[in-house]
Structure formats: structure tokens, C-alpha cells
């Protein structure tokens, strides 16, 4: 196919991903963002973790975000090679862990389900975990997912940005734009063409100290659902709230409860500065998953990736390329369209 | 005594009313401050507790601190009248309640102590406490002291800055200023003049919300310290960790505690945003009394005020102004010299 001009429309992680696969096909692509990269890409802590983040009855979804894992270590390098940045990307895996007797059982059922999926769950006895991981309260237990692994979203899109031109304006109509518009501006979907997504706001804490766990460490700790991913210099995110409003604001009750699972599991955080605590809002549809696809000739879409936007911005800059070329969606995108009744139904 | 050029060095609330007290009196002040108004007093919460703030043996500092609480009502009139401005001065008074067993043993040994130094201490039963503190936990217990109060030091700071110069310079010797010098730099005082004064580090959160309380409220939630101090806007601080470090950080296990204990004594805190963390240094000294008095011929000192500042600044401002003026320190002061042996002794 011809290359010709792509406007996409939002600068996070979703939308310069796919400018870049745009670009590297040869199309003249430009990026709308006032503010690229500020949203909720800015807020994510980066987990690449399609086996922690499968739940019962999204099996499809859960295939889709093991494709998306997959895809990852060919990318990291790829945008490390091109921009010789350090994106973070690690691979030492994620320790599901639980500190009562509650915590643990919830876990073990999330586990089985995993173990159905085919994810390689590997059971460790206390002193296995300990040594793997030191910092963990003595009372924790837990298994580790080797293929679980992390990267850096605020890296990402700082490499991404040197490879695609951003023009810093709002886009309030799609109308106007050149060549193939790409709708990729996560929440501000929902009013720029009317598409089912919500925001699902989420705070997440950066801690900084000298005492920083090796792997991504997430589950519960007396009943706190957390997740702490460890960066290498020193920094720790904690995340995340899951709440059903907008206002930008961190609450007091979910930062003392985010604060409370991540002492109880690494107790020598208390001691670590307090960083930053940071509101995103994660763009959020019926059936968590995203909304990627054609809404119309020269329209697609590619948002709603609700907590999932890091892992699949890769595969998701593939399938939307994919169809820019005029190729079909890739099969295990087919459940995701904008044309399934969860997402408003055919146009 | 003929008007006559003053320096004082420092721009928080010491070094501010100690300028618009002199510049009351006709002389020619100038403050040094290179963002004066931003230390400790900006992190302050503006308890004006004498009676909260007693604690076993500090006798004397008790006595001088319920003079000091004593002159605030008129200060806050005059200051008031002086700008238009609002200083947040609230009279409604401060209720000390605790939840557990524990928290009221340890709370009925400090009321016996502020009644013995004839505090206004009113006790009031579960339905008492609930009727004037609706928010409050309903398992808490308490009394009120109605002659503890509050102003808001920003507000302080922000009026006392129309009403007297001040040059954003930092001063790094005391040699070479104008006049009598006043040292008022709070921590800073340590380096400037070798006083004995180190910073106490104290993180204070600033919440937004619907749901305010009508009373300054402190005490113990399950052995947890905190104090609540409400603004007629719908802030509400909640403070203050209490830490021998100056890193500017607060930690996470310091606002962990701070919420904990802010959303068990007032539940409904749990839902407001978390709009500021906020760290500053408090200028601490060996016996937690302030260091006011003459250092040589032209140089004096007011620093040290440790947990006290606000409270303590009219009273502070006018001792300095009499010892410029050529009078004596008013007697409540005389304990607190830099001539004092845990101040450093005579000089």
C-alpha cells in the first residue's frame, strides 16, 4: 500500500506507539497532544503482567494480553535500538504474595485459574521466597510468575516522542484532520466520538529509599489489594486505587490504604520517602476490554485499554497499522472492536 | 528612644512580626529573606494550644506559652485591621479525644497535668462529644478546651508581608547589616551564629472535602498522635510527624500513621483528596524552649520556637522590640536567653 498521511489523536503511550509503527511503515504520521504523554501513560506503573492481571470470565482478553506480553522484548529492544534509551524493561519476574490466612486463599484460587491458562506459577516455601526477595515481611507467602516482567511507561513514551512529531494542540473535532484519523485519546474518546469509555481513576505512589525489592511484588496484604514495582534507580511505585470518579485528586483513604499494604509487605518502605502520589484516569469500558477497530472509512479507534495500555500499546500500534494497510485485524483482536455490543454495537 | 535602622534576617512568622512590631514602633526595618514566608511557617498548622501543648516538666515554657495565646486575640484584631485581610482566627476551640483504653489512660494523665496549671479542661460524655463534633468516630471520648484556638500562618504570613519590606536576599554573615540585627532565621540560626538549634523535621497533609470538623481536634487514635485542624474553606491539616531528619521528605510510613490515625478519629476524612504533603523543619532546641535574647551589642537572636512559632510570635515580636527599644526582656522570657546553659550558656 501507498504511504499517506495519518492524523492520530493523543500523544500517550497508545497513540505514539502507533505513530512510530506508522512511521516505520513508510506513512507521514502526526501526533495531536497538548500535552503528550501526561495522562495516564504518566501514572502507569509499567507492570507487564497479563497472568496478574487475568480474571475470571475475560478469557479473551487474558489471550489477547498473553499475545501482547509476548510481543514485548522484541519491542524493548527495538525502541532501545532507535533511540538509545533505557526503557527499564526487567524481567525478573513478579512474586504474588499474601501475608492471612484470607489473602492466601483468595490467591489460591487466582492461582489455579492462572495454572488453567498454561502460566508457568511456581510455588515457593518461605525460605525460597525469602531468598528470592529478602525485603518481604517474614509472614508472607507466595509464588513467583516468571513472565511477568515490567518496563518504564514514563521511559517509553520519552523514547517514543524522538521518533514521531507531536503537534502540541487539542483536538476538539475529528473532522478536518489529514489522511486516516486515528482516535487514540484514552477518556477523551468518549466525548471526541462517542464511545462507551469511562474514567477510572487511579492514584499511584513513587517511594524513594535505599532498601528496593528485585521484583514486582503484588497481591494482598490483609485484604489490601497492592502492587509495588521496584525501578533501578531506586524508586518504587505503588499502586493502585480503583475508583469510579474523575476529580483528579488522590483520596485520603486510598493513599493510607495503599500505604498500609505496601509496609505490611515491605516493611522497611516506611522508611522511604514519599515522593509523588499521582491521579490518572484509566479509560475504562463495559467489559475491561479495549476498543480497537474501524469506525469508519477513514476513522479507527484504538482506546478503552482501562489498565492494560502499557502491555498492549505494541500489539495494539500492530493491529491498527495492520488495518491502515488495508489487512485484516489480527483474529485475537476480533472480540475487541468497536462494533461489539459492550462497546455501542455496529455503526 | 530615637528610631533607628533594624535587619532582621529571616521572613517566616518570627522574623515578620518581629519587623512590623518595630516598624510600629518607628523604626526603619528591613527583612532578609530570599522566599520569606516558605520554611516552617508555611507548613505550619496554627494551633494557638498552650494548654494541648504542656507537657511534664516545661513548667515555665507552659507559662510563657498561655501568656503568648493570650495576647492573640488582640494581635489578630490588630493584624486583621492593619491589612483586610482574614487570618483564619477561629475561637471554637479544641476538643482532645483518644479511642482506645489505652489513648485515655494516657490522655486522662495529661488532663489532670493541664488542670493543675488551670486550664479550662471540659469534660464531656459520648452524647456531649457528639453533639458539638457530629464527624467524630463514635467510639471516641474527650473533653474540650475551649481556650485552645487557631489561625491560619499563611494567612498570617501573607498580611504581615503588606506591612514591611522585605529584601529577597540570603544573607550569609551577620557582619555588614544595618543596625541593631535581629537572627530570626529559624533553622538556619544554627550556622549563622552557632546557636544550638537543629531541625525537626514535621510532615503535615493537607486534605479537601466536603465533610468538615467545627473544632480543632488532637489526641490519640490507637496510640497514633494527630491533630486536626479544620479552615472555614473545607481544608483540613492533619499533623504532624515528629522526626529527627532533614532530608524534606516525608515518609511513608509518617503519612501512613497521619491518615490512619486522621480517618480513625473523623472516618468520614477518608474521602477527601489528599491535596498537599507538605515537610518542613522545625527549629528545635535542647529544652524545646525558644532562644530570645541578646547575643552582643547590636546583634540579637529569636529562633528556636521549635512546635511554637505561631503561637509564640506576637508575644516574640514584642520582648525583641522592648529589648531594641533599650527596656528589659519581659520576665516570662528570662528562662529562655541564649545565656541559658542548654542554649549554648553566656557569651
Same mark, same amino acid.
Given at each position: 500500500?501507498?504511504?499517506?498521511? %495519518?492524523? %492520530?489523536? +493523543?500523544?500517550?503511550?497508545? +497513540? ?22 501526561? +495522562? ?14 487475568? /480474571? ?5 482478553? @487474558? ?49 489455579? /485459574? ?55 494542540? =487539542? ?18 474518546? $468518549? @466525548? ?10 487511579? $492514584? ?15 497481591? /494482598?496484604?490483609?485484604?489490601?489489594? %497492592? ?24 483520596? =485520603? ?9 505496601? @509496609? ?21 469500558? $463495559?467489559?475491561? +476490554? ?10 479507527? %479507534?484504538? @482506546? ?16 491498527? $497499522? ?26
Amino acid at each position: 500500500m501507498a504511504p499517506h498521511p %495519518v492524523s %492520530v489523536v +493523543g500523544g500517550g503511550i497508545i +497513540g505514539l506507539s502507533i505513530a512510530w509503527e506508522c512511521a516505520r511503515r513508510g506513512h507521514d504520521v502526526t501526533v495531536y497532544d497538548p500535552d503528550p504523554g501526561r +495522562g495516564a501513560s504518566h501514572v502507569a506503573a509499567g507492570m507487564l503482567a497479563p497472568v496478574g492481571e487475568s /480474571y475470571f470470565g475475560e478469557r479473551e482478553l @487474558t489471550e489477547l494480553l498473553l499475545e501482547c506480553a509476548r510481543r514485548w522484548p522484541a519491542y524493548a529492544a527495538e525502541l532501545a535500538a532507535a533511540t538509545g534509551h533505557d526503557l527499564g524493561h526487567r524481567t525478573e519476574g513478579t512474586l504474588q504474595v499474601g501475608l492471612t490466612a484470607d489473602d492466601l486463599a483468595e490467591l489460591r484460587r487466582l492461582w489455579t /485459574y492462572q495454572r488453567e491458562l498454561g502460566a508457568d506459577v511456581l510455588a515457593l516455601d518461605g525460605d525460597g521466597l525469602r531468598e528470592r526477595e529478602p525485603l518481604l515481611n517474614p509472614r508472607a507467602r507466595g509464588v513467583l510468575v516468571a513472565s511477568d516482567h515490567q518496563v518504564d511507561p514514563r521511559r517509553v513514551v520519552a523514547a517514543l516522542r524522538e521518533l514521531v512529531p507531536v503537534r502540541r494542540e =487539542a483536538v476538539r473535532s475529528l473532522s478536518g484532520l489529514d489522511g486516516t484519523v486515528v482516535l487514540a485519546a484514552g477518556c477523551a474518546s $468518549a @466525548t471526541l466520538a462517542g464511545l462507551p469509555v469511562r474514567p477510572v481513576q487511579g $492514584a499511584v505512589l513513587r517511594l524513594r529509599g535505599q532498601a528496593v525489592p528485585r521484583h514486582v511484588i503484588r497481591g /494482598y496484604a490483609d485484604g489490601r489489594p %497492592v502492587y509495588l514495582v521496584p525501578r533501578r534507580d531506586g524508586e518504587v511505585l505503588v499502586g493502585a486505587t480503583v475508583e469510579e470518579r474523575a476529580d483528579g485528586h488522590a483520596t =485520603a483513604g486510598g493513599v493510607r490504604d495503599l500505604l498500609r499494604a505496601a @509496609t505490611d509487605l515491605v516493611p522497611e518502605l516506611a522508611e522511604h520517602a514519599l515522593a509523588e502520589v499521582s491521579v490518572g484516569q484509566r479509560p475504562g469500558t $463495559a467489559d475491561n +476490554g479495549p476498543i480497537v477497530g474501524r469506525l469508519g472509512p477513514d476513522l479507527l %479507534v484504538a @482506546t478503552g485499554h482501562y489498565r492494560h495500555g502499557v502491555l498492549a500499546a505494541p500489539y495494539t500500534a500492530q493491529a491498527v $497499522a495492520d488495518l491502515i494497510d488495508g489487512r485484516p485485524l489480527p483474529l485475537l483482536w476480533e472480540p475487541f472492536t468497536p462494533q461489539r455490543p459492550t462497546a455501542g454495537g455496529a455503526r
